[in-house]
C-alpha cells in the first residue's frame, strides 16, 4: 500500500467505494412473482448490510458502503474492493479481498487478519467492524484488538447488521427459502429461524441497540396487493416463550410498498424505507409515525439521530417535491430541514458529523438540524467517498487514492 504526501501532512492510509449494481425493473405477472422478488433479496443483499448507507432507489440499488474514515493520501485499491471504516480520529479499520487491517492515529499498521473473499462487506457499529462476504458463509466481528469472533452460515449471506456491543445478525439463503441467525457480542448463537412461508419474503434485518430485539421486514405477496410488514421478534427463549405467539411478539404492515432498507434509530426506533413511505416502528411493536414520499427515493442515508432522503423523479400521481431535494428527519419522524441540490442526487452520507450530499461532481457539507451549508466542494475529477471525521475535515476517496481534505466554510 503506497503512500502519498500531499498538503504537507502526515501520511495515513486509503479506501475505495463498490460498483453500481445494474438497475433492475420490477414488473411481471403474478407467476413471475418469486423470481423478481428473490432478485430483491440479493441486490439487498449486495448493499452490504445495515450499516450506515443504502444508495437506493428502492429495488433499483447502487450498492453503498458504510464506513467513516481518515487518511492524508494514500494510493486506493480499486481491484481488491477496498474500504475504510473509522472508530475515532486517525484509528480506522481497512478491509479488501484479502483481509482486514487495523491502522492507528498516524497510519501506522497495529495488525492485520488475512483471508480471501470475492465480494467483501463490512459494516460499523460504535468502534467494531462486522464483515461478511457476500453470497459467501464467513463472518466476522472485529475490535481494533483484532478479531472478536467469527461464524460459518449455513447458507449464502445475503445481509448483515451489527450492534455497538458486537451482536450480529445474518439473513441467509436457505436452499429456495430462507434463514436468519443471531449471534451474542461473544460469537454465541442466540437464535435461528427458518423462513419457509410461501409468498413472504424476508428482506432485511436490524437489531436493537442491546440486542435483545431482532425486526425483520417482509415483503408478502400472498394477497391481491402486495405489502410489508415489519415483525418484531425477541432474540432469548425465554423471552419469546412469553409471547401469546410464542413467535414475533408485535408487527405493522404497510399496504402497496417494499421495504427492503431498515435501521435502528438512536431512540430504538426500527425505521423503515419503501417505495412511497418511510415509517418507524417502536421497540413495543406500534407504528410510531409514517411519512408519505410523492417522489421516487433515489438515496437513503442514517446519522443515528436523523435519516436523510434523496428524492428522484416525480410522481406525477401524487404530491412531489422537485427531483434533487433531501428530506432530513429526526428518528421521531419529524422533518427537521431540506436541502435542494438543484438536480439528480448522486452520493448521500449521514454521521453524527454532518450530511455530504452530491450531485455529479459537485458535493455540500450540510448540517442536518438545519439544512444549513457548511461547505461546499467542486471536484475535478469522479469522487468514490467523502468520510467526515469532523464537520469540514473528512477522507477524500478518488478511484486512485484517498486524501485528509479540509473543506472550506461556505
Not at 437506493?56 to 458502503?65: A, H, T
Not at 460469537?187 to 419474503?201: A, H, K, P, T, V
Not at 454532518?354 to 461532481?361: K, N, P, Q, T, Y
Request: aromatic share 10%; hydrophobic share 40%; with cysteine.
Amino acid at each position: 500500500m503506497r503512500i502519498i504526501q500531499e498538503n504537507n501532512q502526515e501520511p495515513s492510509n486509503v479506501y475505495t467505494l463498490p460498483p453500481v449494481v445494474p438497475r433492475e425493473e420490477r414488473g411481471g405477472s403474478p407467476r413471475h412473482r418469486g423470481r423478481w422478488i428473490l432478485l430483491v433479496v440479493l441486490l439487498v443483499a449486495a448493499l452490504g448490510g445495515i450499516g450506515y448507507y443504502y444508495r437506493v432507489p428502492i429495488l433499483n440499488y447502487l450498492r453503498g458502503s458504510s464506513v467513516i474514515g481518515e487518511a492524508v493520501a494514500m494510493e486506493n485499491d480499486m481491484a481488491s474492493q477496498g474500504k475504510f471504516v473509522s472508530i475515532g480520529e486517525e484509528r480506522f479499520f481497512y478491509c479488501t479481498r484479502d483481509g482486514v487491517r487495523f491502522f492507528d492515529g498516524v497510519g501506522n499498521q497495529v495488525w492485520n487478519q488475512t483471508f480471501t473473499m470475492n465480494s467483501p462487506a463490512m459494516v460499523q457499529a460504535g468502534e467494531l467492524v462486522a464483515v461478511a462476504e457476500l453470497q459467501g458463509r464467513s463472518a466476522y466481528v472485529f475490535s481494533e484488538t483484532g478479531q472478536k469472533y467469527a461464524v460459518q452460515a449455513s447458507g449464502p449471506i445475503l445481509q448483515l447488521c451489527l450492534t455497538k456491543e458486537g451482536a450480529m445478525a445474518l439473513l441467509e439463503q436457505n436452499g429456495d427459502h430462507f434463514k436468519i441467525q443471531v449471534y451474542s457480542h461473544a460469537g454465541q448463537l442466540l437464535m435461528e429461524r427458518f423462513e419457509e412461508d410461501e409468498g413472504i419474503y424476508p428482506l432485511a434485518v436490524s437489531l436493537s441497540a442491546d440486542g435483545r430485539v431482532l425486526a425483520v421486514s417482509y415483503l408478502d405477496t400472498t394477497g391481491v396487493q402486495i405489502k410489508t410488514r415489519v415483525l418484531l421478534f425477541y432474540t432469548a427463549m425465554a423471552d419469546s416463550a412469553n409471547t401469546e405467539t410464542g413467535d414475533y411478539y408485535a408487527g405493522v404492515e404497510e399496504d402497496g410498498v417494499i421495504a427492503p432498507v431498515l435501521y435502528t434509530m438512536e431512540n430504538g426506533v426500527f425505521a423503515a424505507v419503501t417505495n412511497g413511505t418511510v415509517f418507524g416502528v417502536s421497540p413495543e411493536g406500534s407504528k410510531a409515525w409514517s411519512i408519505p414520499l410523492g417522489n421516487e427515493v433515489t438515496a437513503v442515508s442514517s446519522g443515528g439521530s436523523y435519516l436523510a432522503i434523496a428524492l428522484g423523479e416525480e410522481d406525477p400521481q401524487k404530491e412531489s417535491l422537485p427531483e434533487g431535494t433531501v428530506l432530513i428527519f429526526s428518528d421521531d419522524g419529524q422533518q427537521m430541514a431540506s436541502f435542494d441540490a438543484g438536480g439528480a442526487i448522486s452520493y448521500l452520507k449521514a454521521n453524527q458529523f454532518g450530511l455530504v450530499v452530491g450531485s455529479g461532481r459537485s458535493f455540500w457539507g450540510v448540517r442536518p438540524q438545519n439544512g444549513q451549508v457548511l461547505w461546499q466542494y467542486q471536484a475535478t475529477e469522479d469522487v468514490q467517498d467523502i468520510l467526515l471525521i469532523q464537520t469540514r475535515k473528512g477522507l477524500y476517496v478518488t478511484g486512485q487514492q484517498a486524501v485528509l481534505k479540509v473543506f472550506e466554510k461556505q
